[in-house]
């Protein structure tokens, strides 16, 4: 009877633990990695707060935002997912061909969404995200230039049908911007 008893709680807890692992599961994809051709020019780190964060359903909090502008017009709003189970959780809201309505007002189209967690292959040391081919769009409100981002929202769905939300509110510090190299500017500006 006493050999019964571990026997039995080892058992309930090898059942029991796929229960547990949902929050640091890799969200699957179907579309094959592309080759990474370009690099970051313009880096911009956000300091507050996700109202929202929904990545394939489910509801996380987020440690940062970030805007990483690639030399090649790829924008990336990346969020630095708080996961306990996964310090590399990271989803990320891609696009081309931004936007900016006036001074204060930024969109931009999202074709993709690139995943990155614990699980993904390496490249010297570093996770590389998974493509999933998306449509969305995510606003900025405030400006760079400024120093002063006020929120951003993105909304998006993948080829799969998975949706992924984010509403960023920023908490008055100002945005911090480090031009990484210099390269041709990719913003559709009307005002310029």
Known sequence: MRLCKPLLAAALIALASPCFAESSASIPVNNPPALQTSYIDLLALMS?????????????????????HGDK????????????SDAN?????????????????YELPIDRMLLNSKD???????????????????????????????????????????RYELLFISDGTPVSVRRI????????????
Not at 48 to 64: D, E, M, P, S
């Open 48 to 68: 507050g707060h996700c109202k929202t964060l929904k990545v394939a359903g489910r509801t996380f909090a987020c440690k940062t935002v970030a805007y990483a």
């Open 73 to 84: 017009g790829r924008v990336n709003f990346a969020v630095a997912v708080d996961d306990p």
């Open 89 to 105: 959780h990271v989803v990320s809201f891609s696009g081309e061909n931004g936007k900016r309505a006036d001074d204060n007002s």
């Open 181 to 192: 190299r210099q390269s041709a500017p990719s913003i559709q500006d009307p005002f310029k």
């Open 120 to 162: 993904r292959p390496k490249v010297d040391g570093l996770p590389v995200p998974a493509e999933q081919a998306s449509t969305g769009l995510c606003r900025q409100t405030g400006n760079f230039a400024a120093k002063k981002v006020n929120d951003v929202t993105c909304s998006a769905t993948d080829s799969e049908g998975r």
